[in-house]
Each structure stands twice: as C-alpha cells, then as structure tokens.
C-alpha cells in the first residue's frame, strides 16, 4: 500500500510538472465574509487533496498568452497562464466523456454564489429540481464563470463544488470543477472576456492522470 501510495505521488508529479513546481496554498485572503460564513456551512468535510491536485505554480510550454485559462481534461488540471513560462495549476473534476466539451471560448460573465438552474437533460438524468439556489449545498458551489463562443452560451462552466472528494476524477455533469477555494482565486485573477482553452482528448501534455494511475497495482 505504501509503494503504491508512493507510486501515486511521485507519478503525479512527473506528469504535472511540478518537478519544478511550487506549492501554492489556499489563502483566507481572497475570502469575502459571506464566503466565510457560507463554507463554514459547507455539507462537507474538510477533503485531503492529493498532493498532484493542490494548486502550485509550474512550469508552462504551452504557447498560450498569460491571463488564458486552459483545461487539460485528461489529466484533470486547469491551469491559468502567467508570465514568464509559468502557470498556476489547479486540480478539477471533469465530466464523463460522452459528457465533454472542448474547443476556445470565453468568460462573458462571472457570479459569486450562483443558482443553479439545470437543463431539461439534467433534470431528466440527474433527477435534480428545476432551480437550486445559492449557498453551500449547491452544486455550483462559490463562484462561477460562463464560457461562449461568440455570442452562443456553450452551456459549459468552471465553477465550485459541494463535493471536493472528486477532485480529479470524471463523474457525470460535463463541466469543470474546482474546490471552492480555488475557484475563487480564479474568479479574483480571470476577467470578463477572458480566453479559455478546453483541450481535446489527447491533446494535452500529460495523457494519463494521476488519480487513475494510482489504482493499478504496483
């Protein structure tokens, strides 16, 4: 269990970059008082992440602009492009393939605490109700931001989540997921207007995840 546990982190780490990685730890700075009191109702236990799905700040050789979002579902990373060959890595949940988007879009909105109002193939596949509102037990979590391509509303989103525990995973929902705390830091460094890049399968630099490499036996 402990050289498959050590396997998991170490393979973690050669496919992330963060060989010459820096962790970057969530700050109570970036909290807003409603946050604060939200989250202390959150319906969840505090999560133990895994080390390869905290946020760090890595190498980048991608040739992306900084301040350009790009999603890289197969290794279940989202990161945000920063100067000089760098970019803060955040660890996401991704829908099931059949449920996946890809393609360059947009933010054309952010909201903090949004509703959720589900499409009818989620209400029929999900047997969710028609409209859940802000606060720790929605599934949008803290902070949301709207991708478009063009003027048409992909009906894809990165937003929050009430379920931390499925951080690098790929579950039914098609959009991105990231730990409350982690997409607020994205809300506060992402503008309107902001370009995101939602890589297909297999075109990403790390084309297996950690998370899934951690299940095969040593």
């Known amino acids: 269990m402990a050289v498959r546990g050590l396997a998991f982190v170490l393979l973690g780490l050669m496919l992330g970059g963060c060989m010459q990685g820096t962790l970057e730890p969530a700050s109570e700075a970036n909290l807003k008082p409603r946050d604060k009191m939200l989250l202390a109702k959150a319906p969840y236990a505090n999560v133990d992440i895994p080390e390869p799905y905290k946020r760090h700040i890595v190498d980048f050789h991608r040739k992306e602009l900084p301040g350009t979002i790009v999603v890289d579902s197969d290794a279940r990373y989202l990161y945000y492009v920063l100067d000089n060959g760098k970019a803060i890595r955040y660890g996401i949940t991704v829908g099931e393939e059949a449920m996946a988007w890809s ?47 063009g003027n048409k509303d992909t009906l894809y989103r990165i937003h929050g989540t009430n379920q931390p525990e499925y951080i690098g995973e790929a579950i039914s929902s098609g959009c991105i997921r990231m730990t409350n705390e982690d997409v607020i830091d994205l809300y506060n460094r992402a503008k309107e207007g902001t370009v995101v890049v939602v890589l297909a399968p297999g075109q990403g630099d790390s084309p297996q995840n950690p998370r899934k490499m951690a299940s095969f036996r040593s």
């Open 103 to 149: 393609g360059v879009a947009k933010v054309q909105r952010k909201t903090e605490w949004p509703a959720w109002v589900p499409t009818p193939g989620e209400i029929e596949r999900m047997k969710v109700p028609a409209f859940v509102s802000p606060g720790p037990h929605n599934p949008m979590g803290a902070r949301a931001l709207y991708l478009y391509a």
